[in-house]
């Protein structure tokens, strides 16, 4: 089902955008590649056990959840910049754990702090 809703750009100018169902988006993620390659048939194989396991044990089974998380810490660190600047070992290891630890302050900005209420 698709629905098409108005939407306002910077500008004030007013564009359709369209937007598909989450059944639409799952049914088209799921269709086998046709190929013999490594890439379709790997591809193939993981949509198997998918849909054989279900998808959140396939995310635990597989670890996918972790790739992904680790996926995205690692373009966090590189947005920080591409390259190490430092050209001596020990100042390399400051550099990176400067960058760890600054991306460990916006994790925890990210963080809820909870309380217990009595």
Not at 39 to 65: C, D, F, M, Q, T
Not at 74 to 89: N, T
Not at 91 to 104: H, K, P, T
Request: charged share 25%; glycine share 8%; net charge positive.
């Amino acid at each position: 089902m698709w629905c098409v809703i108005q939407v306002v750009d910077v500008t004030g100018a007013p564009f359709a955008k369209t937007r598909v169902s989450q059944s639409e988006v799952s049914a088209f993620q799921g269709k086998l590649w046709k190929g013999i390659t490594a890439g379709p048939v790997a591809r193939n194989e993981a949509l198997r056990a998918a849909k054989y396991l279900g998808w959140a044990i396939w995310r635990n089974w597989s670890g996918y959840h972790r790739r992904s998380r680790t996926k995205t810490k690692m373009r966090c660190m590189k947005l920080l910049g591409q390259r190490l600047m430092a050209r001596d070992f020990d100042r390399q290891v400051a550099e990176v754990q400067i960058r760890i630890a600054v991306m460990n302050g916006y994790t925890a900005l990210g963080i809820p702090l909870t309380e217990v209420v009595r």
